[in-house]
C-alpha cells in the first residue's frame, strides 16, 4: 500500500520506519524542514518506563487549584474561551480516582515495555547513536511525606511488572555520586535501573536518513491544508509547498495522522473528535562547566517536577506543564519565570556544574489527553488512522507506538495487551510476543 504519514517527529518517523519494514510505499509528510524540529525537538531525554504515572489521580484536583496561582506551579491550568479545553478539562476530572489511575498506569506500562523492546531493536539494526545512556533513572526527595509515598507508588509498579525500588539517602549517592552536593537536603528516592536516556531529536533525524535510504519519500516545508474525505474514506490530503505556494494533492491508500497535538484539530475536520490538548513545556539545554562533576544517571526532582539527563557536553533540565492553549512563546512573564526556574534548579542541585550564561531555552506542545493514554490505531473514517496524544511520554513510547501502529495497519495484532483505537481488522493474525523490557 501507499501510505500517508503526517508529521515527522519521534512519532510519525517510527511510524514510518516500521511500515517501510513491511513493504509499504511511504510519504512523510512535516511543515519544517527536517525531522523532529517541534515537540520531539528538546525534551526530557528520558526512556521512562517506570516512571509513567498519569498526571491524572485523587489528589490531582486540589493541587491544580493551589498551582493556578503560581507562576512556577508543575502542571498549571490557564483557563481559556477555547470549549475544547474546557472538555479536557472535565474529562481529565473523570480520571482522578484510584480505579482510573491504576487502569491508566496499566496501559501505560505496557506500552512502555513493549516501545523500549522496540527501541533495542531498531538501535541494534541500524547503530544510531544519540547520547544514548542506559544508567537508569533516580526519583530523589527533599521532603519526607513525599517519600513516605514513595513506598506505594513503588508498589503499584511493581504489580505491573516494573523493579521500582526505594533506596535511602546513602544509596542513592552511591547510585548517582553527583548528587553529593545537594545530599543534605535529599531524604531518598527510588531507582530503577532499566530505563534510559538519550537525545530524541537526533535519535528522529537519524532514522528519518535510514528511512530515506530505504526508499521513504519525506515532503519538507509542507503544510497539510485538508484531509480529503470521499464518502466514508480518506481517499487523499492536500498539501501546500511552503517554497513555491504551490498546493498538490496527495492520494494514498492510507493516512496515518501524527501531527502531535495538532492531530486533534486536523482530526475534527473530518468528524473525528479525540480529547487531545496541547499542553505547553519547557526545557533548558545547558554546557557542562566541569563535566566531571555531572550527573550520568537521568533524574527526576520530586519538588520541581522536573527531568535531568546528560546530553554528551550538556545538561538537559525539562518540566512544567501548561493547559491553556497553542502559545509557543518564550518572552513573556510566565515563560520567563519558568525557564528562569528550571535555571536556577539547576544550580541549586549541581553548584558550579554548568554554564548558566546562555542556557538554551526550548518550548513545545506535548499533545496530553485526559487519562496520558494515546491514541493508536484506525479511525471510524475509512483508510484513517491515528497516532497521537502521547503527552510527556513521546520518547518513551514513540519506536513501540510506530511498530504497533504499523501492525495493525499490516493485518497484525500487536504482541501487547493495549486499548488500540477503533475496530480492529477482521483476520489480524497474533504477533510474536516480545521479550519484556525490564
Known amino acids: 500500500m501507499h501510505i500517508i504519514v503526517l508529521g515527522a517527529g519521534i ?8 511500515l517501510a519494514e513491511r513493504g509499504h510505499t511511504v510519504t512523510v509528510v512535516d511543515r519544517q524542514a527536517d525531522a523532529a524540529l517541534e515537540t520531539s525537538f528538546a525534551n526530557a531525554a528520558q526512556i521512562s518506563v517506570s516512571y509513567c504515572e498519569p498526571w491524572a489521580n485523587r489528589e490531582a484536583p486540589l493541587k491544580a487549584l ?35 489511575f491504576e487502569r491508566n498506569v496499566r496501559q501505560l506500562v505496557a506500552l512502555g515495555a513493549y516501545s523500549h523492546a522496540a527501541l533495542k531493536e531498531v538501535v541494534a539494526s541500524t547503530g544510531i547513536e544519540y547520547q544514548r545512556l542506559t544508567r537508569g533513572i533516580a ?65 528522529t533525524q537519524e532514522l528519518a536518513r535510514r528511512c530515506a535510504a530505504r526508499g521513504v519519500r519525506f515532503l519538507w516545508n509542507h503544510d497539510v491544508l485538508r484531509l480529503i474525505r470521499t464518502g466514508g ?116 542541585v549541581f553548584p558550579g556544574v554548568c554554564e548558566l550564561d546562555e542556557p538554551n531555552f526550548w518550548a513545545g506542545l506535548r499533545p496530553a489527553t485526559p487519562t496520558n493514554i494515546p491514541f493508536i490505531g484506525a479511525t471510524r473514517v475509512g483508510r484513517l488512522w491515528v497516532n497521537a496524544g502521547h503527552g510527556t511520554l513521546g520518547w518513551t513510547h514513540g519506536a513501540g507506538s510506530g511498530k504497533a501502529l504499523a501492525e495493525l495497519i499490516s493485518g497484525t495484532q500487536p504482541a501487547l495487551d493495549f486499548g488500540f483505537t477503533g475496530p480492529r481488522a477482521p483476520g489480524l493474525r497474533a504477533a510474536t510476543p516480545l521479550p519484556s523490557a525490564a
Open 139 to 203: 526519583h530523589y526527595y527533599t521532603d519526607q511525606k513525599s517519600f513516605d509515598g514513595a513506598a506505594d507508588a513503588a508498589a503499584l509498579m511493581r504489580r505491573h511488572g516494573v523493579q521500582r525500588r526505594v533506596v535511602d539517602r546513602d544509596e542513592l549517592l552511591r547510585i548517582e555520586p553527583a548528587l553529593a552536593a545537594y545530599g543534605e537536603r535529599i531524604v531518598g528516592g527510588t531507582y530503577t535501573p532499566s530505563d534510559e536516556s538519550g537525545d530524541a531529536r537526533v535519535f
Open 66 to 100: 493551589k498551582w493556578m496561582f503560581s507562576k512556577e506551579a508543575p502542571l498549571l491550568f490557564r483557563p481559556t474561551f477555547d470549549i475544547q479545553q474546557w472538555l479536557w478539562g472535565l474529562r481529565f476530572l473523570g480520571q482522578c480516582h484510584d480505579a482510573a
Open 233 to 348: 474514506q480518506v481517499t487523499a490530503t492536500a498539501l501546500r509547498d511552503r517554497a513555491s505556494g504551490e498546493v498538490v494533492t496527495e492520494r494514498a491508500d492510507a493516512t496515518v495522522v501524527a501531527c502531535g497535538s495538532y492531530s486533534a484539530p486536523l482530526l475534527r475536520t473530518v468528524g473525528v473528535n479525540l480529547p487531545i490538548y496541547p499542553g505547553k513545556g519547557y526545557s533548558a539545554t545547558l554546557r557542562l562547566r566541569r563535566p566531571e562533576a555531572a550527573p550520568s544517571v537521568s533524574l527526576l526532582d520530586d519538588s520541581v517536577k522536573c527531568a535531568m539527563s546528560r546530553l554528551g557536553d550538556t545538561l538537559r533540565i525539562a518540566g512544567t506543564i501548561e493547559v491553556g492553549g497553542w502559545d509557543l512563546t518564550l518572552d513573556t512573564p510566565l515563560a520567563r519565570a519558568r525557564c528562569a526556574m528550571l535555571v536556577r534548579r539547576v544550580e541549586e
Open 11 to 18: 512519532i510519525g518517523v517510527s511510524t514510518a520506519w516500521h
